[in-house]
């Protein structure tokens, strides 16, 4: 087992919310530092016990170990894994298996593989790896997924600003996990809104990561409860812990990307309530 530690989120529920300040929302729902060049980069929050974060192998490959705030002897001992890669080519190495991730490639990883080993591939833009990983009590086998080889799903209108392309990778009529949803939504050009109306599934906690989102340009992530709605100013390549009574939706200044992965008590994607936004407040 290594010595390095993962920072840890503790749960909290709605009651916590009004009585927040900006500083307190961010450092309890914002994960900002995601990819730090050379280095696997984790967080672990009680929701559902998702560990998420970055791996960038900046020239050196890095390996995935054991830590000790799960109690493993390496990481994926009692866990499975998905991985999308938001940056330049490379490979992910599991178990002697070499698998190679184009951006906006999945990669899933089941439970029971000893060994992970990140590594960029000779490309001019360095490998960024988004890592999202929940317990597991079975193993699946691991499976590499293109873009554009998921369930493709044509969402909202240009007309309310929402128009996006959402593809589902893992899922369950796709890439078998025992808990994991996982997949990549990309905004058409001109559109800003990532969904609406926002929704809630008390059943699941998701996690966001925001990418391709302009260096001048900001996404406006809403959360909390439907009466007491509050927000965060992300950027680009940071990620949100959005608990299950939380609601989420959120608007850019600008279209971009994100990755959105979930895992709870079910696999069923549509399984969500609903916040139309003349109810929120």
């Given at each position: 087992?290594?010595?390095t530690r993962i920072p840890?989120r ?10 927040m300040t ?6 309890t729902?914002?994960?900002?530092d995601?990819?730090v060049?050379?280095?696997i ?8 016990r ?18 000790p705030?799960i109690r493993?002897?390496?990481?994926l ?7 999308v890669n938001?940056g330049?080519t490379?490979t ?6 070499v ?9 899933y ?7 992970v080993?990140?590594a960029?591939?000779?490309d001019?833009?360095?490998?960024q790896f988004y890592l999202?990983?929940a ?6 086998p691991?499976?590499l997924v293109?873009?554009?080889e998921?369930?493709v ?5 240009q007309?309310?600003s929402?128009?996006r392309t959402?593809?589902q990778i893992?899922?369950e009529?796709?890439v078998?996990?025992?808990?994991i949803?996982m997949?990549v ?7 800003m809104w ?6 809630t599934h008390?059943?699941?906690t ?9 260096e001048d ?7 909390g409860?439907?009466d007491?709605?509050?927000h965060l ?10 608990p299950s009574w939380s609601?989420?939706?959120?608007v850019g ?9 979930m ?9 969500m309530?609903?916040a139309?936004i003349t109810g929120l407040r």
């Open positions: 087992m290594t010595e840890q503790y749960a909290t529920n709605p009651v916590q919310i009004p009585g900006t500083d307190e929302l961010r450092a729902y914002l994960v900002p995601v990819f060049p050379g280095e980069r984790l967080t672990y929050t009680h929701h559902d998702i560990v998420l974060g970055g791996a960038v192998p900046a020239g050196a490959a890095l390996a995935l170990g054991g830590y705030e493993s002897e390496y990481f001992e009692h866990r499975e894994l998905g991985i938001v330049g490379g992910v190495t599991a178990d002697g298996e698998h190679t991730l184009v951006k906006g490639a999945c990669l990883l089941g439970r029971g593989i000893r060994s080993v990140f960029d591939a000779g001019a833009a360095a490998a999202f990983s317990p597991a009590h079975t193993a699946y691991a499976a293109s873009p554009g998921g369930t799903r044509e969402l909202g209108d007309l309310t929402n128009r959402l593809t893992i899922h009529n796709g078998k996990s025992c808990q949803v997949g939504t990309e905004l058409h050009p001109g559109s990532n969904t609406m109306p926002a929704h008390d059943r699941r998701e996690c966001y990561l925001y990418f391709d989102v302009p340009a900001r996404v406006v992530h809403l959360l409860e439907r007491q709605t509050r100013i992300v950027a680009d390549r940071q990620a949100v812990i959005s609601l989420h939706s959120g200044t600008a279209a971009y990307s994100f990755v959105w992965a895992a709870g008590e079910n696999q069923s994607f549509d399984d309530d609903a139309p």
